[in-house]
Nanobody, 121 residues
Framework: QVQLVESGGGLVQPGGSLRLSCAAS????????MGWYRQTPGKQRELVAG???????NYADSVKGRFTISRDNAKNTLNLQMNNLKPEDTAVYYC???????????????WGQGTQVIVSS
C-alpha cells in the first residue's frame, strides 16, 4: 500500500504563489508516473501537471508558464510550485502516483487526500 500525504494548500490572493508538496511512503512499490490533479465541484478531475520516471513533464495548457512540477526520486516527493495564481485555479489539488510492485507488470495508482487551494482577494 502506498500512502500519499499532501501539504501546502491555502488561501492566496490573485497573483500570489503557493507550493504544494506530496510525500509518498511506499513499500516494495516502484513509482513510475507522478502527477498533480485538481477538481472543482461538479467537474471532472483534471491533470494539472505530470512527470514520468524518465523526467518527462507535461502541463495543462491553463498552467503553462505559471506552474512548475518537480520530483525527487530519492525522497519520494513531488512538488508543485504555483505562481501568478488566478481565481480559476481554485480547486482541491490531488497528488497521484502509479507504478508496480516487486517486478510485476500490473500497474496500480494511488491518490492523496487532497489539499484545498483558494485564490481570492
Amino acid at each position: 500500500q502506498v500512502q500519499l500525504v499532501e501539504s501546502g494548500g491555502g488561501l492566496v490572493q490573485p497573483g500570489g504563489s503557493l507550493r504544494l508538496s506530496c510525500a509518498a511512503s511506499k513499500y516494495g512499490f516502484v513509482i513510475h508516473n507522478m502527477g498533480w490533479y485538481r477538481q472543482t465541484p461538479g467537474k471532472q478531475r483534471e491533470l494539472v501537471a505530470g512527470v514520468n520516471s524518465g523526467g518527462n513533464i507535461n502541463y495543462a495548457d491553463s498552467v503553462k508558464g505559471r506552474f512548475t512540477i518537480s520530483r525527487d526520486n530519492a525522497k519520494n516527493t513531488l512538488n508543485l510550485q504555483m505562481n501568478n495564481l488566478k481565481p480559476e485555479d481554485t480547486a482541491v489539488y490531488y497528488c497521484n502516483v502509479d507504478g508496480t510492485y516487486g517486478g510485476r507488470t500490473e500497474f496500480y495508482d494511488y491518490w492523496g487526500q487532497g489539499t484545498q487551494v483558494i485564490v481570492s482577494s
